[in-house]
T-cell receptor, first 118, second 114 residues
């Protein structure tokens, strides 16, 4: 079974600065997908960025980018130019590539609460 | 677009009561699932379905029941509510094919069991 670990329960960053959230995972599969979800106080689960394991290039979405290290099983999220609206809980999640009964599920880490300091 | 609709948004129950959390999606997704979110534990899978008439257990299924009679709807039933089931519940849906396609989440139901 896959596991996802987020070792930073809380992080804080000054507005306009850069912050990196850590995520490691454990799997025996070679093909899979990784996601970062944002959960603001409104409770919605919002997809921030996704990465396919077969792609060497790190995904980027505007101010959000990842550092994907497949061999190290690491998937960190970098937020540049932090804004007050980035304050939220951030979850790292894993999804298998192999189709099969139940493999479509997301396995989540325990989350990192990000605070933005004005 | 409605996406994934969950009702109710909040609910308070007494121990031993039963209730159904509703989930509906209008994207024709095959895969639907229920998660519960507890502090410090992330989201954990309760039950899931890969199509109408097909359901299976996830990581924490005890005390919950599901059925999938249509593609659109996937209700979660609490048979006899217990304080340990106090949590925030999320319904999600996605395509089965294409693992990089994101799961779409409902807005959640905050459930308190007294």
């Amino acid at each position: 079974a896959q596991t996802v670990t987020q070792s930073q329960p809380e992080m804080s960053v000054q507005e306009a600065e850069t912050v990196t959230l850590s995520c490691t995972y454990d799997t025996s599969e070679s093909d899979y997908y990784l996601f970062w979800y944002k959960q603001p106080p409104s409770r919605q689960m919002i997809l921030v960025i996704r990465q396919e394991a077969y792609k060497q290039q790190n995904a980027t979405e505007n101010r959000f980018s990842v550092n994907f290290q497949k061999a190290a099983k690491s998937f960190s999220l970098k937020i540049s130019d932090s804004q007050l609206g980035d304050a939220a809980m951030y979850f790292c999640a894993y999804r298998s590539e192999v189709l099969g009964f139940g493999n479509e599920k997301l396995t989540f880490g325990t989350g990192t609460r990000l605070t933005i300091i004005p | 677009n409605a996406g994934v609709t969950q009702t109710p948004k909040f609910q308070v129950l007494k121990t031993g009561q039963s209730m159904t959390l509703q989930c509906a999606q209008d994207m024709n997704h095959e895969y639907m699932s229920w998660y519960r979110q507890d502090p410090g534990m992330g989201l954990r899978l309760i039950h899931y379905s890969v199509g109408a008439g097909i359901t299976d257990q996830g990581e924490v299924p005890n005390g919950y029941n599901v059925s999938r009679s249509t593609t659109e709807d996937f209700p979660l039933r609490l048979l006899s509510a217990a304080p340990s089931q106090t949590s925030v519940y999320f319904c999600a849906s996605s395509w089965r094919q294409g693992g990089n396609q994101p799961q779409h989440f409902g807005d959640g139901t905050r459930l308190s069991i007294l």
